[in-house]
């Protein structure tokens, strides 16, 4: 059983940044794909970022347009999001998830594909 908790939300104004961090603990296996989603009040959930256990990235390019940079610390078992030029769109709960094992990881992998997730942490970005 995996974990996951994530931290680092707040309230900020347009053009601010935020780092969301997302701490793993319990039985987590080295060989990982993990992601960030992101959902709004009254749409789905989407991916914004994943990546995988040798550091391989993708990003969901019509959401982050080079604003956002996923990382991870394996010593630590922490994922982060690093959020710069932040806008009023981007305000949402947001979600870590992860999978182990040798996955297909992709922010395109769908939501059901994950087993774990952690509870969200919320961002506000006022204009």
């Known amino acids: 059983q995996v974990h996951l908790v994530e931290s680092g939300g707040g309230s900020v104004q347009a053009g601010g940044t935020l780092r969301l961090s997302c701490a793993a603990s319990?039985?987590?296996?080295?060989?990982?794909?993990m992601a960030w989603f992101r959902q709004a009040p009254g749409k789905e959930r989407e991916g914004v970022a994943a990546?995988?256990?040798?550091?391989?990235?993708?990003y969901d390019d019509s959401v982050v347009k080079g604003r956002f940079t996923i990382s991870q610390d394996n010593a630590k078992n922490t994922l982060y999001l690093q959020m710069n030029s932040l806008k009023p769109e981007d305000t949402a709960m947001y979600y870590c998830?992860?999978?182990?094992?040798?996955?297909?990881?992709?922010?395109?992998?769908?939501?059901?594909?994950?087993?774990?997730w952690g509870q969200g942490t919320q961002v506000t970005v006022s204009s």
């Open positions: 998830a992860a999978e182990y094992g040798g996955v297909w990881c992709s922010v395109s992998r769908p939501v059901a594909d994950f087993t774990y």
């Open positions: 990546i995988d256990s040798d550091g391989s990235t993708s």
């Open positions: 319990g039985d987590a296996y080295e060989s990982h794909c």
